[in-house]
């Protein structure tokens, strides 16, 4: 698939869900303020998701989930992101901004990409989670975003991560987003750092115990 059709299908597929999301966004609105839920009210929250639950039943009978659908096109096209330019992927990125809908959808995808590489080793599975990331930007919370991506890391096995963490940060977004300060380039490319000074810790402190270690032995035996 080429880049700008990979941008098309990102635009309608990000308008499709949040189209889609709206009503039960609305539903759980008006049902939170009917009963006088505060956000901060724990147990009226568990019966607002709840009711929501019911509602989102009875919604998918005549309008389904579009998410499986929307799943499978980042699953089988995540390539053509790759193989953009920088420039390339900021109009992506442009193409569905300030859609929270689709950027918690794109969050979700990260995790189950985790998941998935946890399970299969395939290296796929981390170029589709860092894509995803991308797309995502830190739109919703910078903090999910770390948390996410910090995910996707501690699931590979067998390879190392950092160059494809690298090649993502190349294409990802040298904005500030608007859920946090730091760019997602920077983000990514700080993240390799990070892991790269605690190894070297870890080595440090090793040694450092070793030679404590060498140390009491030598002096006991002089004692």
């Known amino acids: 698939m080429e880049v700008k059709e990979y941008q098309e299908k990102i635009k309608e597929f990000a308008e499709q869900y949040r189209d889609w999301k709206k009503p039960i966004d609305e539903f759980g609105k008006e049902f939170r303020e ?6 901060s009210d724990y147990e009226g929250s568990k019966r607002v998701d709840m009711a929501v639950q019911e509602f989102i039943e009875k ?7 579009p998410s499986d659908t929307i799943y499978a096109f980042l699953d089988q096209e995540y390539e053509a992101y790759l193989n953009g330019t920088q420039e390339e992927c900021d109009a992506i990125r442009a193409s569905f901004s300030i859609n929270r809908d689709f950027e918690d959808l794109l969050l979700g995808y990260v995790y189950r990409a985790a998941k998935k590489l946890r399970s299969t080793r395939d290296v796929k599975w981390l170029e589709r989670g860092l894509v995803a990331s991308s797309l995502e930007n830190s ?3 910078y903090r999910d975003t770390i948390t996410s991506l910090g995910d996707l890391y501690k699931a590979v096995v067998g390879f190392d991560p950092n160059p494809y963490f690298q090649k993502a ?6 904005d500030k987003p608007r859920g946090g300060s730091t760019p997602l380039s920077d983000l990514l490319e700080n993240y390799t750092k990070k892991t790269e000074k605690q190894g070297k810790a870890v080595v440090k402190e090793i040694k450092t115990d070793l030679l404590s270690i060498l140390i009491r032995l030598i002096k006991g035996e002089k004692e």
Do not use: C, F, K, T
């Open 34 to 39: 009917e009963h006088h839920i505060g956000w």
């Open 59 to 65: 919604y998918e009978v005549e309008y389904p989930d």
């Open 139 to 141: 739109g919703m919370d």
């Open 169 to 174: 940060a190349l294409l990802a977004s040298r």
